[in-house]
């Protein structure tokens, strides 16, 4: 079957800007949770979706924002971008939940500039 | 509160040598324990995870665990690396609480 997708790969934006982030599950799974990658913090887990609804959320400033739909696709917004959002932006999808096994695209590298 | 210590932030090995990456964790409740793997440019996968039943854990490509509860441990060992080994390695706890915390990694790297 097919695996967890993200779209775009690459992005690069301005200062200031805002952007969207796609994710595409595994068919059937209802949790969508999404992580910041970067070399000075590591992989830091900001939200999960489950069901339409956040059911857990990060230490991160409101800034960043998700959803998920009714398909189950989920969608992560940063405004006000900032150069420190740069970072590889990951998906995973799992059955239920994270403590059960997790699935994970490839990613989204964003570069602020 | 919850946090994990990947001991190595870099192990080098030669091709055909054991392997063990270390992590320790601290968990306030009966955590979920996980090893995942992630090669350049990819995403993570799951190598094996640990949820209260067998302390040894066997994971996908010859990968093991095993869960200390007395040292708060849960290392990852291989008998015989291979060059495709060669990888970023994270140790994560999951309590009940769902929110995951990572280590900051264990960057493996094969001699041939």
């Known amino acids: 079957k097919a695996g967890v997708t993200q779209t775009p790969r690459y992005l690069i934006k301005t200062r200031g800007q805002q952007v969207t982030l796609s994710c595409s599950p595994i068919s059937g799974h209802r949790s969508v949770s999404w992580y910041q990658q970067t070399p000075g913090q590591g992989l830091q887990f900001l939200f999960e979706y489950f069901s339409e609804t956040q059911r857990n959320k990060g230490n991160f400033p409101g800034r960043f924002s998700g959803r998920q739909f009714s398909n189950s696709r989920s969608e992560m917004n940063v405004s006000t971008l900032e150069l420190g959002d740069s970072a590889l932006y990951l998906c995973?999808?799992?059955?239920?939940?994270?403590?059960?096994?997790?699935?994970f695209g490839q990613g989204t590298r964003l570069t602020v500039v | 509160a919850q946090s994990v210590t990947q001991l190595d932030s870099h192990v080098s090995v030669s091709e055909g040598t054991p392997v063990l990456l270390r992590c320790n964790y601290s968990?306030?409740?009966?955590?979920?324990l996980f090893w995942y793997v992630q090669h350049p440019n990819k995403g993570l996968q799951l190598l094996l995870k640990y949820t209260s039943a067998a302390t040894l854990v066997k994971g996908i490509n010859g990968f093991e665990a095993e869960f200390k509860k007395s040292e708060t441990s849960f290392h990852l060992t291989k008998p015989s690396a291979h060059m495709s080994d060669a990888a970023e390695y994270f140790c994560?706890?999951?309590?009940?609480?769902?929110?995951?915390?990572f280590g900051r990694g264990t960057s493996l790297i094969v001699h041939p």
């Open positions: 995973a999808s799992s059955l239920e939940a994270v403590n059960t096994e997790a699935f």
């Open positions: 994560v706890v999951s309590p009940w609480s769902y929110i995951p915390t």
């Open positions: 968990s306030s409740y009966s955590p979920s």
